[in-house]
């Protein structure tokens, strides 16, 4: 199943939100690199304590699937550039032309 994952109101260079994922609560935390005008994901268990950071995040490129950890979500997290703009998500780009999408 397919589910879209509203990142909030909030949009700082770095912001973090709980959410559930395939009955698991998780961490997501967003980080903006303006130098390299690009996003950084990371993800963190329930207690905060971190899986993984400083993953580049690509449109249409799963985040997760190179990593292999038994605390990582059962499915797969990957930004959509739902806008057709053919690059890779900017500043203001979250939750509008880029969304978040998560598969079971």
């Given at each position: 199943?397919?589910?879209?994952?509203?990142?909030?109101?909030?949009?700082?260079?770095?912001?973090?939100?709980?959410?559930?994922?395939?009955?698991?609560?998780?961490?997501?935390?967003?980080?903006?690199?303006y130098?390299?005008?690009?996003?950084?994901?990371?993800?963190?268990?329930?207690?905060?304590?971190?899986?993984?950071?400083?993953?580049?995040?690509?449109?249409?490129?799963p985040?997760?699937?190179?990593?292999?950890?038994?605390?990582?979500?059962?499915?797969?997290?990957?930004?959509?550039?739902?806008?057709?703009?053919?690059?890779?998500?900017?500043?203001?780009?979250?939750?509008?032309?880029?969304?978040?999408?998560?598969?079971?």
């Amino acid at each position: 199943m397919l589910y879209s994952i509203t990142l909030g109101e909030s949009r700082d260079v770095s912001f973090s939100f709980y959410t559930t994922l395939s009955g698991t609560k998780f961490v997501l935390m967003f980080d903006y690199n303006y130098r390299a005008a690009s996003w950084y994901f990371g993800i963190a268990d329930a207690n905060g304590d971190i899986i993984k950071t400083g993953i580049k995040v690509k449109s249409n490129i799963p985040l997760l699937n190179t990593y292999n950890d038994d605390r990582l979500p059962l499915g797969e997290l990957t930004i959509v550039d739902v806008a057709k703009t053919g690059r890779d998500p900017i500043f203001d780009d979250l939750d509008n032309t880029h969304v978040l999408m998560y598969e079971e």
